[in-house]
């Protein structure tokens, strides 16, 4: 059973459109993330949800907008993509709201590529 | 300033050798620092995490915490070619549960 499940694991889209990116956690996690790595591989916090409650909302643009429906799910939608967003997007997880117990688990990442 | 720093690499070491491999943070507040691993393609994994000052070993693995100087590293001992990744370094601030990434060290153990 994978702990933290990304879909999809690629996609390639056109400028302009819009594209959802969901992730599922088995863990029992309190806490989920979206992290964005660009192709130099630094990650970057974009947000973070606890028990379907947004705690960190760092300077995204509002194109992005992220949705928990339970403290088990977080899908990460995109409006009117645009070049600079292809990147990897990797979702996470961790006990509590302390990453400090044991860190995150990430999830597979979806390569995102926008053309 | 960045506030987790690395150097980029790449660390050449050959099979058998220690790694040494080194981070710097700006916020003295820092608490807990953590080190992932992430083969090329893959997602990062975490091998090591430390809170006080000092050494934590875990096999092959050593990190090393210097809060004074605000300084954490990660020995690899024993080098094993499978051991070739990119090493990031992340330190967690405060209560958040924010992690924040260095831009990570990317390791060779050559035969």
């Known amino acids: 059973d994978t702990a933290v499940s990304q879909t999809p694991k690629y996609l390639v889209t056109q400028m302009g459109n819009d594209k959802s990116i969901k992730c599922e956690q088995n863990l029992g996690h309190d806490t989920m993330y979206w992290y964005k790595q660009d192709s130099k591989k630094f990650l970057k916090i974009m947000f973070s949800y606890n028990n ?11 194109r992005f907008s992220p949705k928990s429906p339970d403290k088990a799910h977080l899908n990460l939608h995109i409006n009117s ?8 997007y990797f979702c ?20 995102l590529t926008v053309v | 300033q960045k506030e987790v720093e690395q150097n980029s690499g790449p660390l050449s070491v050959p099979e058998g050798a220690i790694a040494s491999l080194n981070c ?11 080190w992932y691993r992430q083969y090329s393609g893959k997602s990062p994994e975490l ?5 006080s000052n000092g050494d934590k070993e875990d096999g092959r693995f050593t990190a090393q915490l ?5 300084y954490v590293s990660l020995l690899i001992r024993d080098s094993q070619p499978s ?13 958040a549960s924010k992690l924040t990434f260095g831009t990570g060290t990317r390791l060779q153990v050559t035969l």
């Open chain 1, 52 to 62: 379907k409650e947004l705690i960190i909302n760092e300077t995204v643009p509002n």
């Open chain 1, 81 to 88: 993509l645009e070049l600079g967003d292809s990147a990897v």
């Open chain 1, 92 to 111: 996470a997880s961790s006990r509590g709201s302390g990453a400090g117990r044991g860190g995150y688990t990430f999830g597979s990442g979806t390569r």
């Open chain 2, 24 to 34: 710097t943070y700006s916020d003295r507040g820092s608490q807990s620092f953590f």
């Open chain 2, 47 to 51: 091998i090591m995490f430390i809170y």
């Open chain 2, 66 to 70: 210097n809060k004074a100087s605000q």
């Open chain 2, 83 to 95: 051991d070739s990744a990119t090493y990031l370094c992340a330190v967690r601030t405060g209560t």
